[in-house]
């Protein structure tokens, strides 16, 4: 199987997908609001103080407070100055940008933490013999009273290649705090370049990376030789002078594909997807597939493809919270064992954390997942004007009733002129049924805008109950 890393420079839009065998699994955007904060480190001053929240606001020099929880015994004091950075997951827009004090660096075999004290591993180092390895080269980070995480790679890895590291990244956090220590103002002091960024992302174990901008290329190849990511990576330039790099590609079909509400399966089925606030609703519907076959082995085979879609799909569109599979019903105890066992091994796949819950009763397949930042559908779409986001409109007939009712109510305050309203003309239809009898009724179609002028002059007094 093969992976490409996409890096798309477009306009002022950074985009990274990550594709296996041409069809998109990740993708992740480096520019704009949605990711302002990835690995972004801040000297910011202490405004406000909330002891009972345990947390304080931080002025970053962005305009807004950020937000900070605090962890120490000792809260900091009004109009201190100190290094914070930023989540990696904002993902909403209205709340306040959220900061922390526990800042980490990001290596390709180690993550160095700030104060931890500890020493970590990747869940994926299972091995005893392994940790104990490792264990002895975080000794002169937990000297000076910091941490370290060892991530997957450094398994594999020389111990001078992670000593460099180490060595690299302590030399970083060496300048910061020369920073804090000296500095009196607010604002950014240390941002993430693209190859740390994407190690943070984890979206680096691939088997080539492609990109259209001249600055990535020439960073991303000296990081290959750096050894900051895989030698073995190779690295192309892609030239857009005749086609655009994500139409080489075909990103941006897959992409509208994911948003839509149906998501079509091989076999003839699809899924259903609706969206709640922290629920995510996926529905199978087999189509034709069930028909003429036998149906528990059949029924069971929508379900495998209609999980295999639905990890796929939850992994694209950074989907986290509670993840509900709503499958057609097995009587096979064994066949719903097989589905979670299907679940179980693409959530390993998954960099985001992701626990399978099972089966219910009722035949829902039920997950969490942790998405590291915005979902996909926040980023590319926004609410209707029309419906507010709801997805329903009132019915012309409701519509009609209601701006009848506020005739009324104007007639009872003594306005008694003919009434004028612009309107749909499925509503103009609906207030010419109501309305006979009561008004006579003159539509003017208005070609440019679409509409219908109505003219509603009265004829009979009591509208509202009918005599």
Request: hydrophobic share 35%.
């Amino acid at each position: 199987m093969k992976s490409i890393l996409i890096i798309d420079k477009f306009l002022t839009e950074t985009r990274c997908a990550r594709l296996e065998d041409a069809n998109l699994i990740e993708l992740r955007w480096l520019t704009g609001q949605s990711d302002l904060c990835i690995g972004t480190i801040y000297l910011g001053r202490i405004r406000t103080v909330e002891t009972s929240l345990k947390a304080a606001f931080v002025d970053i020099g962005i305009g807004k407070n950020a937000f900070m929880p605090v962890f120490r015994e000792k809260m900091p004091k009004n109009g201190s100055y100190l290094l914070v950075q930023g989540y990696a997951n904002q993902s909403n827009e209205d709340k306040a940008f959220r900061v922390t004090e526990r800042i980490q660096l990001t290596g390709r075999y180690v993550v160095w933490q700030r104060e931890s004290k500890q020493v970590g591993y990747s869940t994926k180092i299972n091995h005893r013999e392994d940790r104990e390895r490792l264990r002895p080269l975080a000794n002169p980070v937990l000297e000076k009273g910091h941490g370290l995480i060892f991530r997957t790679e450094s398994v594999s890895a020389s111990e001078k290649d992670i000593k460099l590291e180490i060595e690299r990244l302590s030399a970083i956090w060496n300048k910061l705090s020369q920073i804090e220590k000296g500095q009196n103002h607010t604002g950014i002091v240390y941002e993430y370049d693209i190859i740390e960024k994407l190690s943070r992302l984890r979206m680096l174990s691939v088997d080539a990376v492609i990109t259209n901008n001249d600055s990535y290329y020439i960073q991303i190849n000296k990081a290959r030789d750096e050894k900051r990511i895989n030698p073995d990576v190779k690295v192309e330039y892609f030239d857009s002078k005749e086609c655009l790099l994500s139409d080489k590609y075909g990103i941006d079909i897959q992409i509208q594909r994911a948003l839509q509400r149906n998501l079509w399966l091989d076999c003839g089925g699809y899924l259903t997807v609706d969206y709640c606030e922290a629920l995510t609703l996926y529905d199978v519907n087999s189509g034709k597939r069930i028909k003429n076959e036998d149906a528990e082995s059949a029924t069971l085979a929508v379900n495998l493809e209609a999980v295999q879609k639905m990890m796929a799909h939850i992994r694209l569109c950074d989907i986290g919270g509670m993840i509900v599979l709503d499958m057609i019903n097995m009587k096979d105890t064994k066949h719903c064992e097989e589905v979670i066992h299907e679940a179980r091994l693409l959530a390993k796949k998954d960099s985001a954390k992701t626990d399978v819950l099972g089966v219910s009763n009722l035949g829902l397949l039920e997950l969490t997942r942790k998405r590291s930042g915005k979902q996909l559908r926040d980023i590319m779409l926004g609410k209707c004007m029309c419906c507010n986001g709801s997805g329903v409109m009132q019915t012309p007939e409701a519509e009609a009733i209601t701006l009848l009712r506020c005739l009324k109510r104007e007639e009872l305050a003594g306005i008694t002129d003919e009434h004028v309203i612009s309107c749909s003309e499925p509503v103009s239809k609906a207030i010419s049924n109501l309305c006979a009898g009561f008004y006579r009724v003159d539509c003017e179609p208005q070609k440019r805008r679409n509409t219908v002028v109505v003219r509603l002059q009265h004829i009979k007094k009591d509208l509202v109950e009918g005599n």
